[in-house]
């Protein structure tokens, strides 16, 4: 027996993917220094802000996050991106860990500036 969806678990789950790609690109839009702040803030104001049932499930997805993030470090893998979207999840909800990460960005972006120049430019391509 076939899994057919019932259009009102599909529309629950299309407003679920948009919701979150929304919140994505004002993620990225966001300025420095201000970004996983701002998403605090933007959290607070929304529906979802308010939902003890949204809380849980961002906090439950990002406990699974980091737990998969830990795996990796041992495994080959992208450990880094389940920290970071780990991260994300709990700075909707808690103002201290989006300062911290909006701290972290600035340090992580000096420290690349610091490297690129310390490296100098980019070598011209070879033609082969």
Known sequence: MAFRARPCRLGIAITML???KDSCQALRRSRP???????????RRGRDGRSAWARIVRLTLATVAFAIGLVLTVLP???VLFFLVAGTLVAADSLAVARFLDRGELSLRAAWDRFRKKRGPKPPAADC
């Open 18 to 20: 948009r919701s979150f």
């Open 33 to 43: 220094g201000r970004r996983f702040q701002d998403h605090y803030e933007r959290t």
């Open 77 to 79: 893998g992208p450990a």
